[in-house]
């Protein structure tokens, strides 16, 4: 099953999160039919952004990540709640470029690089905390260090990956590792993280060669300690009452429109493609429900 360790190392300077997301990104494939590149991409996304929720205290709180390089993929969105629920979306899923010197899969072509990241931490409050940069490389680790450093003030690294089998395209392993460094630690700290980052493999690669989250963290530090562990999946969570909800806001006069067709109406969820139908006497219903508390 899929899960995230996290960890702190060197005399609890430094916080580490580890995440093995095979098969939620593997179930991300499947739900949006993702072509190898497209499935890097968002799968990079998906692991970073729950992995960034994984410090999240409560079930419904959330993070959402956004990305837009105006590179062929278009838009990508990934949404990670408190309780380890995770879904996404991408422009195009059916994007399969590779770097023409490496064979491997070009993630940063795909997302482009002239464009945002945004990152919204939507804790039940108010006004949720948005956080926007330009976009490094469009390969989303490096990305998700820039954001961290220049919206939170997080000294980090980050390394997400999805390996994918070529023949039939399934996920072969995904997984990320962040690293955050506590503020003001002593220089000797910076230096031997660095060292760290520097000497460690992709964090697919140890994955491929069998290793969990918890194997990784120690492989890279001597002295970590697992201070937590959580499950992710992925899960949209939508549902007829949601979208019965989405209808209920729209205005009078668009419902009665539809009710005046004699369609219905279908909406399909962006997220995990599930179907919702509408019947006309279903719209009536809603409609008079809306009166009723106008
Ligand atoms: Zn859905």
């Not at 098969?23 to 952004?49: F, K, N």
Request: aromatic residues 6%; charged residues 25%; negative net charge.
């Amino acid at each position: 099953m899929d899960e995230i360790i996290i960890a702190e190392a060197m005399h609890g300077q430094v916080r580490i999160h580890a995440a093995d997301t095979t098969q939620l990104v593997e179930d991300a494939r499947i739900a949006h039919q993702m072509y190898p590149t497209s499935c890097a991409a968002l799968g990079r996304l998906l692991t970073g952004a729950a992995l960034l929720a994984s410090d999240l205290k409560k079930e419904d709180e959330k993070i959402v990540a956004a990305v837009n390089g105006h590179g062929p993929a278009g838009t990508l969105i990934a949404q990670a709640k408190g309780n380890g629920d995770v879904r996404g979306l991408i422009g195009d899923p059916a994007i399969f470029i590779t770097n023409p010197e490496t064979g491997k899969l070009d993630v940063g072509k795909a997302v482009g690089t002239n464009g945002y990241l945004t990152i919204t931490r939507d804790m039940g409050l108010k006004d949720p905390f948005t956080g926007t940069v330009k976009l490094v490389s469009g390969e989303i680790g490096d990305d998700l260090v820039y954001y961290l450093a220049m919206s939170e003030q997080i000294s980090s690294a980050v390394s997400v990956g999805v390996l994918v089998n070529i023949g039939d395209y399934s996920v072969k392993v995904a997984g990320g590792l962040i690293f955050q460094l506590l503020p003001n630690v002593p220089e000797e700290t910076i230096e031997a993280v660095e060292k760290i980052v520097q000497e460690m493999k992709p964090v697919s690669a140890y994955l491929d060669q069998g290793m969990g989250p918890e194997d990784i963290i120690h492989e890279l530090f001597d002295d970590a300690e697992i201070l937590d562990r959580r499950s992710v999946r992925w899960h949209c969570g939508c549902s007829y009452e949601h979208y019965r909800d989405a209808l209920a806001v729209l205005k009078k006069e668009d419902l009665q429109e539809m009710i005046d067709d004699g369609k219905g109406a279908e909406i399909v969820c962006q997220y995990c493609h599930s179907k919702y139908v509408f019947t006309t006497e279903d719209l009536k219903e809603i409609l008079e429900k809306q009166s009723e508390n106008r």
